[in-house]
């Protein structure tokens, strides 16, 4: 069912726009892209897309005098989506192609895949299932009726966010031996290390789910 | 878990799908909007889009039919022919690319590659490679379309990509492409024994057998399949049944 939610998706310059804004009309039918700080004001949800190496991510939310609108944005408690990239920067900070600052909206870091098991290949492309920490978390959030380690979602990425509040990893999936965050949560802000936009009927689910976030 | 991911390869020829004999020898069978998403559907875990004469006549991709390919399928979507720029691959994503493909332009100008992983990441970039086998383990990678030799060596060429940053290999065989001969094995092999980044094999998918064979011999993270899809040979769903029956993991 659609309802019509205001959805401000983010261009700053390398997001994966066309899919995104694709996904999430399926649910609603007020989906503006948009590069400007007043419409991120009035938005009644917000979602960062995201292709893209960090560095250059956070250039293009400053080149367009973003950075300090998407923190207010967060602060209002409205929902919040970041996607791949788009996740990350709202970390404190990120470590591709040297260290860079970041959002800062969710304290943590973006680090590289490391210590993983041997002929492991980085970045991780491909179709990987998601663990819920604990029962019924996942209750009331993007991730509800979404199966626990059944439900494939789309990876590709090569450095993934580690929030330093473990109770913020709202999902973890295990590649190469080693287990990562691949969602978080602060409060309404939401991050996903995977594409949900090209993560086929799970990943429209999860797109819905955010949409009836908005109160 | 990583799952061996299955996906349909669409040849672009105009405004349709074609399906080229050792990269030749076209025949159309399709509406490129139509099959992605019959593929979608099906369960294809992404879709591969290849102008394959842009690149030859110097023309840039046809964004309004990749846009109106990309339009109803939510799975990834790797896209190539004709990627010569930044511009093009900023082009490429907004038209609903995930991510590019590039071949000819990145053995002309190799340095491309620098730049269009620090702009869109590695994950953004991927190596499209057409090898011909010119000796016993030797294959020399082709340009435009398969047309144009480079006088290189694929596995020296794909280790130099590889140092520009490029974090995925399309890698077809020029000599199996349409004959559902099976893969060529020794070549897959030749790529994935050292990338560390997933390698797509593509060329030569006849009978399942073929599929689980460069799998399981050769290694490929994932294969890219036209013919005997596109020919309803077999599906992509029984595909997948038959190799998670052999015991390689894919998505169902």
């Known amino acids: ?215 | 878990m990583n799952n061996v991911r299955i996906i349909p390869r669409l040849d672009i020829k105009g405004p349709n799908v074609v399906k080229p004999v050792h990269t030749e020898a076209l025949r159309v069978v399709g509406n490129p909007a139509e099959m992605a998403e019959a593929y979608y559907k099906a369960g294809a875990d992404e879709i591969i889009y290849l102008d394959i004469v842009a690149s030859l006549y110097q023309r840039n991709l046809d964004f309004d039919l990749l846009k109106s390919v990309s339009e109803k399928i939510f799975v990834p979507l790797t896209v190539g022919g004709g990627i010569r720029s930044i511009h093009d691959i900023s082009n490429a994503l907004r038209a609903g690319a995930d991510k590019v493909a590039i071949n000819t332009y990145a053995v002309q100008h190799p340095e491309f590659l620098v730049e269009a992983v620090q702009t869109f990441g590695s994950q953004c970039i991927v190596l499209y490679v057409e090898a011909k086998r010119v000796a016993l383990g030797r294959w020399e990678p082709y340009t435009d379309g398969g047309r144009e030799r480079t006088g290189l060596d694929v596995v020296a060429w794909v280790k130099e990509a590889l140092s520009k940053g490029v974090g995925e290999i399309l890698l077809t065989s020029i000599d199996r492409d349409g004959t559902r001969l099976g893969f060529e094995l020794d070549l897959v092999q030749a790529i994935t024994s050292f990338s560390p980044v997933p390698v797509i094999a593509h060329g030569g998918a006849g009978s399942v057998d073929s599929v689980k064979e460069v799998i399981k011999n050769a290694k490929a993270d994932a294969v890219a399949i036209s013919s005997i899809f596109h020919y309803n040979e077999v599906s992509v769903k029984n595909l997948k049944v038959s190799l998670q029956r052999a015991d390689i993991s894919v998505r169902i």
Not at chain 1, 60 to 85: D, H, N, Q, W, Y
Not at chain 1, 179 to 186: L, R, W
């Open chain 1, 1 to 215: 069912m659609k309802i019509s939610p205001t959805i401000g998706i983010v261009d700053y310059g390398v997001g994966n726009l066309h899919s995104a804004v694709k996904a999430f009309k399926q649910f609603s039918d007020k989906v503006i892209v948009t590069e400007d700080a007043d419409d991120i004001r009035a938005a009644d949800a917000l979602v960062l897309p995201g292709v893209g190496a960090f560095p250059t991510g956070m250039q293009g939310l400053k080149i367009r005098g973003l950075v300090e609108p998407i923190r207010a944005f967060s602060k209002t408690g409205k929902p919040m989506l970041g996607i791949c990239l788009g996740a990350q920067i709202m970390l404190s900070k990120g470590y591709e192609f040297g260290m860079h600052e970041g959002l800062n909206l969710v304290e943590g870091e973006v680090v590289d895949f490391s210590a993983l098991a041997t002929g492991t290949k980085i970045p991780q492309i491909g179709w990987n299932s998601l663990a819920e920490p604990a029962q019924e978390v996942w209750q009331n959030t993007i991730l509800d009726s979404v199966a626990s380690n059944r439900d494939s979602v789309y990876f590709v990425h090569s450095f993934i966010f580690q929030p330093r509040q473990p109770d913020e990893a709202l999902a973890t999936t295990e590649y190469g031996g080693r287990e990562f965050c691949s969602v978080f949560k602060k409060n309404n802000i939401y991050g996903c290390q995977f594409h949900p936009e090209k993560s086929g009927a799970v990943g429209l689910k999860i797109i819905e789910n955010f949409i009836h976030l908005v109160s």
